[in-house]
Each structure stands twice: as structure tokens, then as C-alpha cells.
């Protein structure tokens, strides 16, 4: 016979039973193990250790700290919360009343509608816009396009300053028939009326 002390009581076996004690001792010691593992912090453990439960303790906290308030000079451009700069006049020439138009629309998004000219398909007009926007791009000017008819396309920007400049781009493209911006057009230079307007 032999004698074990188990958590402070003594317990007699036989030899035979040895092995089987062997194997309860080593199931009890995986189990303390793996009990220790789990009760490891989750934020102790890498990503790839992670269960269901560490990304839901996880996303509660990202909740729980939300409450950070982003400082309005950090929010995006166009957020209405977004402090507007004040209108410099100082660099405005009053006799062009397009300067006025155009400080007005900075750091507010605007969009610019161009229609191409001779009739175009729906992808003749992709294609040809598509050039447009690879030279803004190119001129480090972000615009995004909406085909809006087959020969009409949008354009808007985050900075509605840059409309204009694009104005003054898409005006001297060959197949550009007008450009308009706030219910104002503007013919391009190689339209019927911007022929007439040269003469």
C-alpha cells in the first residue's frame, strides 16, 4: 500500500490503482493550467490569442472611451461642425465678380457639372472624364466623378475653391461644350459659343 496526502487528508491505495491516480493528477493539473490561461487578461495576450469574449471586452471598452471629443479644427473638411474660416477680402479683386464667388465657396464642398460636346456615348463620355480627373490628379487637385447623362458629368470637391480652378482647366478642353458651377455656365473655348465669344 501506499500513502497519498491529498489536500491535507490522507488517502490509502494499492499499487494497481497508482496509474490511474497518475492520470487524474495530470487531468487536474491541465485543467489548473488551462484555467490559469483563461484567466489571463485579455489585454496580456496578443491578437492572435484573442477568443470571441477578448474582441467583445474589447469593442466595450473602445465604447466605454468613445466619449473623446475630436477638436473641431481635426473634423474633415465639409462637417458642419467644422470651423469656418473668416472671407479674406484683402486678396479679392471686386471688379471679377468670380473672386468673390470663389472665396466664397472655400473650405465648403461644391460641384461643377461639365456636359462634353459631338453627341458622345455613355463610355466615350467615361473615358474622356476619366482623362480629366488623371491630369487634376496629376495637378494635385482630389475630385470625384458622377455620370450624371450620357454626355453629362459631375464633379465635386471637398474645397469648393478648387472648383474654379477646374473651371479654368475644363474650359480649355476641346470636347468640353460648358462648365457650369452655381447655376452660372461658362462655354468652353472650343464650343460654338466660345468660338463666337474669341471672334
Known amino acids: ?58 469593442y466595450e471598452e473602445w465604447e466605454d472611451n468613445d466619449d473623446e471629443i475630436i477638436p473641431p479644427d481635426e473634423l474633415p473638411y465639409g462637417h458642419p461642425d467644422r470651423p469656418k474660416p473668416p472671407i479674406s477680402y484683402s486678396n479679392m479683386d471686386m471688379s471679377e465678380p468670380q473672386s468673390m464667388m470663389r472665396a466664397s465657396k472655400a473650405n465648403k464642398a461644391a460641384m461643377l457639372l461639365v456636359t462634353v460636346n459631338e453627341d458622345p456615348t455613355k463610355e466615350e463620355t467615361e473615358d474622356l472624364t476619366l482623362l480629366w480627373e488623371m491630369g487634376l490628379y496629376n495637378n494635385h487637385i482630389h475630385a470625384s466623378r458622377f455620370l450624371i447623362d450620357d454626355d453629362r458629368m459631375m464633379f465635386t470637391f471637398t474645397d469648393g475653391e478648387t472648383a474654379f480652378e477646374v473651371k479654368d482647366y475644363l474650359i480649355e478642353q476641346e470636347r468640353v461644350e460648358i462648365v457650369e458651377i452655381d447655376d452660372e455656365i461658362f462655354h468652353g473655348k472650343f464650343s460654338k459659343q466660345g468660338k463666337k465669344r474669341e471672334l
Do not use: H, P, R
Open 1 to 58: 500500500l501506499s500513502v497519498v496526502n491529498l489536500l491535507g487528508g490522507k488517502l490509502e491505495i494499492e499499487e494497481e490503482d497508482n496509474m490511474s491516480l497518475n492520470l487524474c493528477l495530470m487531468i487536474s493539473l491541465f485543467f489548473f493550467v488551462s484555467l490559469y490561461d483563461s484567466a489571463k487578461d485579455w489585454k496580456d495576450k496578443t491578437v492572435g490569442e484573442y477568443s470571441e469574449a477578448d474582441y467583445d471586452n474589447l
